[in-house]
């Protein structure tokens, strides 16, 4: 296991330890789902050790511009310390699909691009209605494409990365609320397997990086206990 899943498994324990204790206490806890509209940008970096020291290159690789929209949803579970302090875990899923017909005979061809992020999140509440948060993310990314006899995954990596953002909260009760996100992520993902056209299938690589950043606007339902 390395350094990235060790940070992440020490962050769920302290959430859940905390969590353990609040459970008898009365609105300590809250549940928060959304479904949610992603922006991506996307550069990819050839990476090159040269006399020691690490080289990054833009890669300038063509990206469908439909590859930069896409949906999701997320799912969290919120610990408040006190009225304006919490903490909380939660699993953000985005699937950005692009679409198009080639050939005489229109062959559909899909192309899918996945970013899973697991996260604790921060949260600090400044009034009832308004709340900015920090979240520090564990992110599985992959590309897969399928078209003319074609169907592989073509790159799988993972990194770390950091979503600002604010909650902007509507009770419609005591426990239930409408809630609108709006989110700025950067992720930095490690390309760690890619699909090599000499070899047909997917291989184990180290000279590839991929930043990500962009906008999330999300609009769901949050219930505390």
Known sequence: MNLKKYLLVLLIILLFSSSSQAMEKEDKVEFRGSFNYSNYIYKYYDIKIKDGSTIKMLNDNFIREDLHQGTGYYGELVYWFNHKLALGVGLRKNNIIAEWSTGSEGQNNKYTSQLDSYYTKIIYSVNPNWSPYLNINYNKYKEHFSGEGFDSDMRRGDGLGLMLGVVMTH??????SFILDMGYYMNNI????????????????????????????SIGLSYKF
Do not use: C, F, H
Not at 171 to 176: A, H, V
Not at 194 to 212: A, F, G, P, T, W
């Open 190 to 217: 490690d390309i760690t397997e890619k699909y090599s056209n000499y070899k047909y299938k997917v291989i184990d690589i180290d000279n590839e990086e991929l930043k990500m950043k962009g906008l999330v606007a």
């Open 171 to 176: 009770p419609i009760n005591q426990r239930l």
